[in-house]
């Protein structure tokens, strides 16, 4: 089981952007200023520039440098926010979780976690466990739920009570209001944390089976 080490990264690359940014600001300054000296050198002694052109052109610098100092700000602050979700999310290696998705596993007896994301104040909330060929082997009946994850209490067996064979299954949910009108709601899928790993699209997680998830991906950790 392996981490990769994200902040030493992290921190290095906001260092080199951040001087590659404060650079870029000395050099548009010193080029402003170039150009200020030339053109009051080379100004029309009977039509020099007006004071409130001067403070115009200062106010303009002045504004390049302000926007500067936020972009620097912004990035200090997008860096450490980085930071702090990689080591956030290293604490989660070894730990069970739900995610999106409606993979379950059935081997010796035993059934992964699954579990349903309701969306809104749902009056029934129901989930078929169906097999590899889509047929229904389970059907439950969750009642009325609240806003939030509520796991799926599935025995491993049939509608008949008979124990179902090892294999792949999958949630399908169906959730209703007061008035029999569908409602959003999600299956969700166990995983475990193998690995984190920060890349161009941001900090994943490599849940095995169940695939790469993102870190707002988490329902439920178990």
Do not use: C, H
């Amino acid at each position: 089981m392996t981490t990769v080490n994200t902040s030493n990264s992290l921190t290095g690359a906001l260092g080199a952007a951040a001087g590659s940014s404060n650079s870029f600001a000395a050099e548009t300054e010193d080029r402003f200023l170039t150009l200020l000296v030339t053109q009051l050198k080379n100004q029309d002694p009977l039509n020099p520039m007006e004071n409130a052109e001067l403070t115009s052109q200062l106010a303009q610098l002045s504004t390049v440098n302000g926007i500067t100092q936020l972009n620097n700000t912004l990035l200090a602050l997008s860096g450490q926010m980085d930071i702090s979700q990689s080591l956030q999310a290293t604490s989660l290696i070894g730990k069970e979780v739900l995610v999106p998705g409606d993979k379950i596993a059935v081997g010796n007896g035993v059934v992964t976690p699954l579990g349903v994301d309701v969306v809104s104040p749902a009056a029934n909330v129901t989930v078929s466990i169906v097999d590899g060929a889509g047929v229904p082997v389970r059907k439950i009946d969750l009642g009325a739920q609240p806003v939030g994850v509520t796991s799926v209490p599935w025995d491993g067996k049939n509608d008949l009570g008979e124990v179902v064979p090892d294999g792949a299954y999958r949630l399908v949910v169906a959730a209703k209001d007061a008035e029999g009108a569908s409602l959003t709601a999600g299956a969700l899928t166990w995983g475990k944390v193998n690995s984190v790993a920060y890349g161009a699209d941001g900090m994943k997680m490599d849940l095995g089976l169940a695939g790469s998830f993102g870190l707002f991906d988490i329902r439920k950790v178990l």
